[in-house]
């Protein structure tokens, strides 16, 4: 699998970001691994998702591929320090909530800020936060729920909007922007839109991490620049249901 860079999540929500590295990559063979089966990770203590997260990296690693995506903002917030310690030579890239683009773009503005609980309770958020949000008013929006109904095919339903309303609602028409930090939740913009107003702009870090991995290929002379590109699913639900969900998720999400 040399040839070959793994994009893991801790389910579906993965391939939110998939679609970019897909984009900016074309000729790029991806094996993508999605966790449903331990998924959701963000109500899980930072040690759980610590571990969880390892395991499925060391069986990824030791396939041998180029570079490893993790595509879960809670996974890279609670691992991703953990994961460069053990594999010092690999390229190993990790998603962040998009807080700077957002503050860049909207200065001295209201910005919120949807995550897991575990991402906006890392350190690592309170670093981003400390270091990129300090000309804004961030407000933090957790979102418990939400990544178990992307996981069931319901990112746009009755029951997403139904969740998300007493979260939202009371922002209505307040914020210049929403950072979507959690890679899911981009499949349920369409819901947050409805709740928030139009004119609030959804932001995420998928294209971002995608550019980003593609440079460091590039520097090191592993991208691959011609040939077919290709994707492998792999999920430890290991059924057929999950994977005809993430080839969905794929279709609907192409740029
Ligand atoms: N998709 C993951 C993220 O970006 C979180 C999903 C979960 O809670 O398992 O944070």
Redesign the pocket.
């Given at each position: 699998m040399k040839e070959y860079i793994a994009v893991f999540?801790?389910?579906v929500?993965?391939i939110s970001v998939l679609r970019h590295l897909c984009a900016v990559m074309p000729q790029e063979r991806f094996l993508y691994f999605g966790d449903s089966a331990?998924?959701?990770?963000?109500?899980?203590p930072t040690e759980e998702i610590r571990a969880l997260t390892l395991a499925a990296a060391e069986k990824l690693m030791a396939r041998g591929l180029k570079a490893l995506v993790v595509?879960?903002?809670?996974?890279?917030?609670a691992a991703i320090e953990a994961l460069r310690e053990r594999y010092p030579d690999s390229i190993i890239i990790g998603?962040e909530p998009a807080l700077k683009t957002a503050c860049d773009r909207f200065p001295g503005k209201k910005i919120g800020v949807m995550?897991?609980p575990?991402?906006l309770r890392e350190e690592k958020f309170a670093r981003l936060l400390e270091r990129c949000g300090r000309q804004c008013q961030v407000v933090k929006l957790p979102a418990a729920g939400l990544?178990e109904l992307v996981e069931a095919g319901k990112a746009n339903s009755e029951e997403s909007f139904a969740l998300l309303e007493p979260l939202l609602k009371p922002y209505a028409g307040e914020l210049s922007a929403v950072v979507l930090?959690?890679?899911?939740?981009p499949f349920a913009a369409p819901t947050v839109s409805r709740l928030l107003g139009e004119n609030t702009l959804l932001l995420d870090g998928g294209e971002g991490t995608a550019l980003h991995t593609r440079r460091r290929l590039e520097a090191a002379g592993l991208l691959r620049t011609e040939g077919e590109g290709e994707i492998i699913f792999e999920n430890s639900l290991d059924c057929g249901e999950t994977v005809a969900l993430c080839r969905r998720l794929l279709m609907e999400a192409k740029p």
């Amino acid at each position: 699998m040399k040839e070959y860079i793994a994009v893991f999540d801790s389910g579906v929500g993965g391939i939110s970001v998939l679609r970019h590295l897909c984009a900016v990559m074309p000729q790029e063979r991806f094996l993508y691994f999605g966790d449903s089966a331990n998924a959701p990770y963000g109500t899980r203590p930072t040690e759980e998702i610590r571990a969880l997260t390892l395991a499925a990296a060391e069986k990824l690693m030791a396939r041998g591929l180029k570079a490893l995506v993790v595509a879960c903002n809670t996974a890279t917030a609670a691992a991703i320090e953990a994961l460069r310690e053990r594999y010092p030579d690999s390229i190993i890239i990790g998603i962040e909530p998009a807080l700077k683009t957002a503050c860049d773009r909207f200065p001295g503005k209201k910005i919120g800020v949807m995550a897991t609980p575990a991402t906006l309770r890392e350190e690592k958020f309170a670093r981003l936060l400390e270091r990129c949000g300090r000309q804004c008013q961030v407000v933090k929006l957790p979102a418990a729920g939400l990544v178990e109904l992307v996981e069931a095919g319901k990112a746009n339903s009755e029951e997403s909007f139904a969740l998300l309303e007493p979260l939202l609602k009371p922002y209505a028409g307040e914020l210049s922007a929403v950072v979507l930090g959690c890679t899911h939740y981009p499949f349920a913009a369409p819901t947050v839109s409805r709740l928030l107003g139009e004119n609030t702009l959804l932001l995420d870090g998928g294209e971002g991490t995608a550019l980003h991995t593609r440079r460091r290929l590039e520097a090191a002379g592993l991208l691959r620049t011609e040939g077919e590109g290709e994707i492998i699913f792999e999920n430890s639900l290991d059924c057929g249901e999950t994977v005809a969900l993430c080839r969905r998720l794929l279709m609907e999400a192409k740029p």
